[in-house]
């Protein structure tokens, strides 16, 4: 079985400053790892995902998460956070066929002005 | 708008009703998923169907609950026998299937469902 643990249920940081959100998973087979994000009042949508090759990715607005095979864990970093970065993010794995996604229970960052 | 839509958006019932919600998918997805999600919490996996084949069911799926995608295009979802434990938002998503999309699942905005 899969499972998810997301560290800090809510993180409030002051813009522009740095921010971790932690994420550990358990399991016993080879698996791809996902952070989504919910902005207020609107649905899930997908920040960043690992599958293979390079342990570091990122996206589009600035945020990055590495993998860590021996601490399984994927967290995620910002250097610099915006005000609208405020939202809830959820971390999640799914084995290898892709189809049964495991999510946390989301970090709620706050970005204080 | 080609996204995921889910109808109705809210719905209050009285424990002991039945409910049915119904998702439609992005069209070109062949992949469905059902998720539900209380407060506090992450979306939890109820079931999965690709085309019109449930293949994975989770044991949160009671037998009250039923989940179909008839031709494999939209999915509907009941709910029978309603119990207040069964207040959530229902959420709906859809992705295509293959390494190669990479398993990005589309969400819906979801049913929030109030059982009284």
């Known amino acids: 079985a899969q499972s998810v643990t997301q560290l800090d249920s809510q993180v409030p940081v002051f813009e522009e400053a740095p921010v971790e959100l932690r994420c550990n998973y358990s399991?016993?087979?080879?698996?791809?790892l996902f952070w989504y994000v919910q902005y207020p009042n609107q649905g899930l949508q997908l920040l960043l995902k690992y599958l293979s090759g390079s342990t570091l990715v990122e996206s589009i607005n600035g945020f990055e998460a590495e993998f860590n095979k021996s601490q399984t864990s994927f967290h995620l970093r910002k250097p610099s956070v915006h005000i609208s970065d405020t939202a809830e993010y959820f971390c999640a794995v799914s084995n290898t066929g892709g189809f049964k996604t495991i999510f946390g229970a989301g970090t709620r960052l706050f970005v204080k002005a | 708008d080609t996204g995921v839509s889910q109808n109705p958006r809210h719905k209050i019932t009285k424990r002991g009703q039945n409910v049915t919600f119904r998702c439609d998918p992005i069209s070109e997805h062949n992949r469905l998923y059902w998720y539900r999600q209380t407060l506090g919490q992450g979306p939890e996996f109820l079931t999965y169907?690709?085309?019109?084949?449930?293949?994975?069911k989770s044991r949160l799926l009671s037998d009250r609950f039923s989940a179909e995608r008839p031709k494999g295009s939209f999915s509907t979802l009941e709910i029978q026998r309603t119990e207040q434990g069964d207040s959530a938002m229902y959420l709906c998503?859809?992705?295509?299937?293959?390494?190669?999309?990479?398993?990005?699942?589309?969400f819906g905005p979801g049913t929030r469902l109030t059982v009284l």
């Open positions: 169907f690709q085309n019109e084949a449930q293949l994975e």
């Open positions: 998503a859809s992705s295509q299937g293959g390494r190669e999309h990479s398993f990005e699942q589309f």
């Open positions: 399991s016993s087979v080879s698996v791809y």
